[in-house]
Structure formats: structure tokens, C-alpha cells
């Protein structure tokens, strides 16, 4: 089968999972985010994998999980036959699901413990907001994952009714008088701090890095959650920033190494050799 009708099968398959139903669900589950975490991170681990899963096959592939947290994602993506690593500031949060940390590494986003072009796909969820320089780990990014290989990025817009995450959408009036207001009504702060551990993440700078980076190159760029029909968002600047709600930006690295690029820890058969 030629690209050009790979491409196209692609698209067909991710429109017909893209579905309205599908949209709802994720919605329900993540109603009850905070009672029932098990059933939303759950179901969007599997979610991710499916998506994932539109653009490139996993069985054999090393994927890196940025900010990979609780094992969710690390069961989703091995059922599919990844090598899967997952990094995170705090190790211990990798048992909040019961997966076990061997074969995780603990580091910093912007400063990834992995060697140049060692990964065949760097994904990250909504992690790309809690980053004080976000271009820093998009660039880590690229320069992990090999030539031809794919990052998968999302992350909530600051605009976006859940911008705010628990402060929502009491930051629409600002990100400090958010935080206080929280802290007022529940007695203590916020996990997500403003410009501490929350940090006003826009599409339109996102887009604007991914189409200056010398080392990628743009498949997609849509809300996450929507029905396919409603990609047409991410056209709209300023609009998009509020309805888009998660923003998903998929590249394909190209071989231009990134200016500065070194070599890091390695893995290998998605392990890690320190």
C-alpha cells in the first residue's frame, strides 16, 4: 500500500473512532475524576493507546511516557505490545494505580535521562501545562525520539474551562485570585499552584514552536477530546484557546538533529541501561 493511502486508511480509522459516543464517555468519566480515578485515567489510558495506536503501530515500538505518573498508561500501552517507559518527577507516583516502578525513571521533562534518538514515540498527557518553560521539554522531546519516529503532545490550554484544573474556572479572573479563592473555601492550597505547577500553557505558542523546530514535522494538530468533525477549532485563533478544552499536537521527527544535542542515558529494549 502506497503512504498516500496509508495516510488516507489513517484518516478513516480515526474518524470512525472519533465519534460523538466516544466524546460523551470521556466526558462522564472524567465527571468523577476525583471519586473515582480508576475508571476516568483508566479509560483515558486506553483512549490515548487507541489514538496513538491511528497514527503508528506499537507492538515492538520503545515509547516514552513524559510525566508518565500512575501505571495506568504503562498497562495500556504494554496490553498493545510497547516497550513502555514512563518518567516522573516522584517515582512513588507510579504505585498509585499498583504498578510496580522497575523499568520507570524518575527526571525532569526538560532535562530527559534518555540518549538522542532512543525512542520510537515520546508521548506526554496533560503534563505540558505544569512546566515552567514548556518549549524546553518539547525540544527534549524531539531530540529523544528517533528519525522517523513520533511525538504525541496534549495538554489543557490556560483559556479552556478546565484551564484552571480544581480552581476552574474561578482563574478566567486570575490565576492568583483562583489560588486564594481555593484556599479560602478548602483550607488548604491547591495542588495545582498558578506559576508554580500550573503555568498558562496556549495553543498558539505551541503551534508556533512546533512550526519553528527544524527537527519535525507537523501530522496533526486538533482538540483531543472532540468528535472528528469538530477539529475545525484549532483553525480559529483566540476561539480555539477556550473551546478547544485539551490540545493534542502530533510530529513526525525528521532527521535533522536538534542544535545541541547530547547523548543521555540509554535504553535499550525498553529498559533502562544507566
Known sequence: MSAAHEGAAGRAARRRYATLGRSVALFRAFLVEQSDPDRFYGLLAEDSVRQVAGYTGLAGRTVLDVGGGPGYFAAAFRAAGAHYVGLDPDVGDFSAAGESVAGMLRGSGTALPVRTAGVDVAFSSNVLEHVPTPERMLDEMVRVTRPGGLLFVSFTPWLSPWGGHETAPWHYLGGDRARRRYQRRTGRPPKNRYRETLFPTSIGAT??????????????????????????VIRLPGIREVVAWNFLLVLRRTGTEPAGAAEKTELTGGRVAM
Open 207 to 232: 503551534l508556533r514552536w512546533a512550526r519553528g523546530c527544524a527537527g519535525v514535522e507537523v501530522l496533526d494538530a486538533l482538540p483531543r477530546y472532540h468528535p472528528w468533525w469538530g477539529r475545525w
